[in-house]
């Protein structure tokens, strides 16, 4: 199994997860979509890596997914965040955000700060 | 939790094939594109350009589906699924070659479980009473009188019980009782009786099924009249009658009320019917070298057995330092303890283990076998193995799938191997010797399935591993090229299994030597004269209650009387009564002294006038019984008719005894004494004159010599006015000796209508019981060699076999240039020869070492007795040969033609 960097694939998810949150549910074009917006060029390329991820987060029960029609009235898969997942979402945010603070603070620190 | 739920999810998905996922994520990829592709339609790009950019954004499909499936599911469960798949469709397509591999594997299995079974119920499981390793057995012992292990008198309890130090509890029980059991409206009913101390069962942890154990009031002499059922009894005679508490039995005349009933699986050893108490007296306790008592005690927590032995040590200290003349000053007595279990079991193990390292060796030759099974099998797969691996399958692929297959075949033949034990568990029981312990417990239980299942595994790795490892290893690239039938890799897969064959005939090798060891032991015995004739013999006990039958007269007269009106029975020839039958379990030994002080090296009792004295084998007899029995009168008279109460005191003595005592003089008139003049004090000897010399009888088996036996008129009342009650009837027959039963029923019946008639047995019946447990033995070591000799066999052929297969070409080529048919056969024979000789080499050589463990269960023969060793080489060395034969023909009727042809 080829993994992507946990990094990324962490980020990702808490990405797809926060999608899900903000704009309800969604399909994985949509998804793919809205990452791209946001964060710019890190889903330009490789958008199928998306499809994996959203199995795992099936399959931990943080999201569901249905089938429905899309803009163009074809069937597509539509992902909605589940109870589980809003509390998974909530946790790691909080996580990250003391991950970013700390991590933030470790870069605005200079020499002489530590002397 | 999340990552739980998602390993579930795809271990689910693994077991469970599911063919749309695959679609959705197609349909998915199709939508996500096409999305894409209108969007960037809108942003102008040509409709071709458009799909282009789409694809190239959403990366490589192929890439994601795979990433996608090893999401969905377990890659290593899902491999596994693959494997096992394609194993089963494998093993489908060659159906003689599986069934083979399944059947030997499962007679291995099989046999494994069911020795482990027993070996399990009977050795390894603690016993079912409560913390069981605490529980010890505690002995005396006279060594130097021939007496190792002795039970307690009831004084030497008494003091036991003051001198405690390392055990929380001590109890004491006696078994060998006998008793009338009388119910109204129920015939009378001979039970085996088991008498314990109140606090025995509390002691050991025994809950009773019903009712409860004797209350330490019902212990005391005087008032002890409480019976405990044994479970068979209640459930054969009470019909498992619930309410059977509270009720009464007659036993022997006196009434008795059933306070309980005990639990199925309980038993000290021996088969006891029902458990009263013993009513101890501790004001007038009996003699003190009147040694009954069983005795059990639990250790204390803090104590260790080194403790134990050392605080029983200064216990017999204190007992010869008070009673010097009951315990010699040559530092003769002693007092020691053996962990219940062993106690019970340890008769048993050295067999169970033998037979459990035949099972195995059996076992190892089966795996053998099929692993050279296999290596055939893989040969003419080696195509099969070299396109999946040209196709991209890893080396550890193909071994994962060969090992998985061997897995698959151990598996089943571990399945049908529990349903063989099964069954073999069934015939096992039916066919061990009654008195074996523990055989109630014997089940195939969840311990034994789990160590099926280890052993199935093992098995499968232990013949899959060789032939996986041999076939992943070769070069596939040079599999594609051969052209021909296999030639040079062909030479290390012939190594391999040359080496399997030579270690299944060293396997069969020492398997037939120990089962020629046993035959050879038993016939050994069989030839053993018991010391009496046995045919023709009719063996009947009968008990008389002290009740309705005084000490002395009575008991004399009845057997009198008995034994004149069964002389006119017809059917019958002779008939006496002893007290101890032999090959009965039944004995009684003690004391004799002798008048003649200048017997050398005996012991002195102080308490009888300083005598020298010793332990002996002492019966009491009827005038006929040696008639009957056909014992042999060597000098001097038998016991006649005379010998009564009011004549001189008679003893008649064995050869054994004669000779030990008296090596170079006359036994006969010699002086010697079992018992006291009663009533006089200090002890005097009551002379008894030694009036014939017999031959020696093997009482306790055939195999066992045993003690110097002397036997005494049973009109002649010992210790006091005792005659024994029980006796045993020897009744010589004429015709079938079973046919006269009913006549000597009736006529115990004409003198007293409550006399129930038990343990009625021919004479060869008692011998071939005596024999049951080596012949179990070696019916059992022989199917095994048996299996593991055909086993060989069949490994050998299939070596030779495929050995001349492989070379028809070159046997073709040799006998078109003119070798004849002879020199190819001896060839083909020399080469099955070597391999038959190796096989003898290591397996004489493993015997040498490995018979020596199973010393103790030979009789007459030594583990190395080169007869024995040489014949099973012979008779391996003739199966081999014989099994080589048939392939090398063959290579003598190859036609050169068709085999230079032949590709």
């Known amino acids: ?115 | 939790m999340s990552s739980l739920r998602r390993f579930l999810t795809r271990l689910f998905n693994s077991a469970i094939r599911r063919t749309n996922d695959d679609e959705r994520l197609s349909e998915e990829i199709e939508e996500h594109v096409a999305l894409q592709t209108e969007e960037n339609l809108r942003a102008g790009l040509s409709p071709i350009e458009a799909r282009r950019q789409a694809m190239l954004k959403f990366g490589g499909v192929e890439a994601v589906k795979e990433d996608y499936r090893a999401e969905r599911r377990l890659p290593f469960v899902e491999t596994l699924v693959q494997d096992v798949r394609y194993g089963l469709r494998t093993l489908r397509k060659s159906p003689g070659f599986t069934a083979i591999a399944i059947l030997t594997l499962a007679l291995g299995i099989g046999a494994n479980t069911a020795i482990f079974s027993v070996v399990d119920a009977v050795l390894l499981r603690p016993l079912a009473y409560r913390d069981s390793p605490s529980l010890f057995n505690i002995w005396g012992k006279f060594e130097k009188q021939g007496l190792p292990i002795l039970p307690f008198s009831e004084p030497e309890y008494w003091d036991l019980l003051g001198h405690n130090e390392s055990f929380s509890q001590i109890a004491a029980y006696s078994t060998g009782g006998n008793a009338n059991l009388t119910r109204a409206d129920a015939t009378p009913l001979h039970v085996t009786e088991g008498a314990a101390t109140a606090d025995l069962f509390p002691l050991l942890g025994i809950t009773p099924a019903l009712g409860r154990s004797f209350a330490p009031d019902e212990d005391q002499p005087g008032h002890s009249h409480f019976a405990l059922l044994g479970y068979a009894v209640w459930q054969s005679q009470f019909a498992g009658d619930l309410n059977v508490v509270g009720q009464s039995i007659h036993l022997d005349g006196e009434a008795y009320t059933i306070v309980g009933v005990l639990p199925k699986e309980f038993s000290l050893g021996g088969k006891q019917d029902l458990w009263v108490p013993l009513g101890l007296d501790r004001a007038k306790p009996q003699d003190r070298g009147s040694h009954y008592l069983f005795v059990v005690a639990r250790l204390k927590l803090s104590a260790g057995t080194a403790q134990a032995s050392a605080a029983l040590n200064r216990f017999v200290d204190y007992l010869r330092r008070t009673y010097p003349s009951n315990y010699d000053g040559e530092k003769d007595f002693g007092v020691y303890l053996v962990p219940v279990k062993e106690q019970l079991t340890s008769g048993f193990r050295p067999a169970l283990l033998v037979l459990q390292g035949a099972v195995v060796f059996v076992l190892l030759i089966a795996c053998a076998n099929v692993a050279n099974l296999q290596l055939a099998q893989a040969s003419s797969r080696e195509k099969e193995l070299a396109i999946r691996g040209a196709l991209g399958a890893g080396r550890t692929r193909l071994f994962r799938q060969l090992v998985t297959e061997s897995l698959i075949l151990a598996l089943a033949g571990g399945f049908l191997g529990l349903a063989a034990a099964y069954w073999g568990v069934a015939a096992l029981l039916a066919l061990a010797p009654a008195n074996t312990p523990r055989l109630n417990e014997v089940h195939l239980d969840l311990v034994v399935l789990a160590f099926t299942f280890g052993v199935s595994l093992l098995t499968g790795l232990f013949f899959g591993l060789a032939p996986a490892w041999h076939v992943a290893r070769t070069d596939l690239q040079a599999k594609l090229n051969e052209t021909g039938r296999g030639t040079s890799a062909a030479g290390a897969t012939q190594r391999l299994r040359a080496v399997l064959v030579v270690s299944e005939l060293s396997l069969a090798v020492l398997l037939l030597a120990g089962a020629g060891l046993l035959i050879r032991s038993f016939n050994r015995l069989l030839a053993v004269s018991p010391g009496f004739q046995t045919q023709h013999m009719l063996t009947l006990q009968l008990s008389l209650p002290d009740k309705t039958y005084q000490d002395g007269a009575p008991v004399q007269s009845f057997y009198v009387q008995l034994l004149t009106r069964l002389k006119s029975v017809s059917g019958i020839q002779t008939a006496g009564a002893v007290s101890q039958m032999p090959l009965t379990d039944s004995y009684t030994s003690g004391s004799v002294f002798f008048e003649d002080t200048s017997i050398p090296d005996l012991p002195r009792y102080p308490g009888m006038q300083n005598l020298p004295y010793m332990e002996i084998d002492q019966r009491a007899a009827t005038p006929g019984y040696f008639n009957a029995m056909q014992i042999p009168l060597v000098g001097g008279r038998l016991l006649n008719e005379a010998d009564n109460a009011d004549a001189p005191l008679v003893a008649v003595v064995d050869e054994t005894f004669a000779h030990r005592f008296w090596p170079h003089r006359d036994a006969i008139g010699r002086h010697i004494a079992i018992d006291g003049i009663p009533k006089i004090k200090p002890l005097a000897p009551r002379w008894r004159t030694i009036v014939g010399v017999v031959g020696h009888v093997k009482h306790y088996g055939l195999g066992v010599e045993g003690r110097e036996q002397i036997y005494t008129p049973h009109a002649q009342p010992q210790f006091g006015a005792y005659s024994p009650r029980t006796m045993t009837l020897a009744v010589r027959t004429s015709l079938d000796p079973a046919s006269v039963t009913n006549a000597i029923r009736e006529q115990v019946f004409a003198i007293d209508r409550d006399l129930p008639l038990y343990d009625i047995a021919t004479m060869d019946q008692l011998v071939s019981v005596s024999v049951a447990q080596p012949r179990l033995n070696l019916s059992l070591l022989a199917a095994f060699a048996g299996l593991a000799l055909a086993l060989a066999a069949v490994g050998v052929y299939g070596v030779m076999a495929y050995s001349v297969a492989q070379r028809t070409h070159e046997f073709g080529i040799r006998m078109a240039l003119g070798a004849p048919p002879a020199r190819v056969l001896k060839q083909v024979l020399l080469e099955g020869g070597r391999l038959t000789a190796l096989g003898l080499a290591f397996g004489l050589f493993a015997a040498f070492v490995l018979t020596r463990l199973m010393a103790s269960l030979l009789f007459g023969v030594k583990p190395s007795d080169p007869a024995t060793l040489g014949g099973a080489a012979a008779l391996l060395a003739l199966v081999a040969l014989t099994a080589c034969y048939i392939p090398a023909r063959r290579a003598t009727r190859i036609d050169p033609i068709v085999a230079l042809r032949y590709e």
Do not use: C
Not at chain 1, 6 to 16: E, I, R
Not at chain 1, 70 to 81: G, I
């Open chain 1, 1 to 115: 199994m080829k993994q992507k960097t946990d990094v990324l694939q962490g980020t990702l998810a808490l990405m797809v997860l926060k999608t899900l949150d903000v704009l309800g549910p969604r399909h994985g074009y949509g998804i793919a979509r809205r990452i791209e917006q946001i964060s710019g060029d890190l889903l330009t390329v490789n958008q199928g890596t998306l499809y994996p991820l959203l199995l795992k987060l099936e399959q931990e029960g943080a999201i569901a997914s249905d089938w429905g029609a899309s803009e163009n009235n074809r069937r597509a898969r539509f992902y909605r965040l589940t109870r589980e997942g809003r509390k998974q979402l909530q946790v790691e945010t909080q996580d990250w955000e003391q991950t970013a603070a700390i991590i933030g603070r470790f870069f605005k620190v200079k020499a002489q700060d530590v002397s």
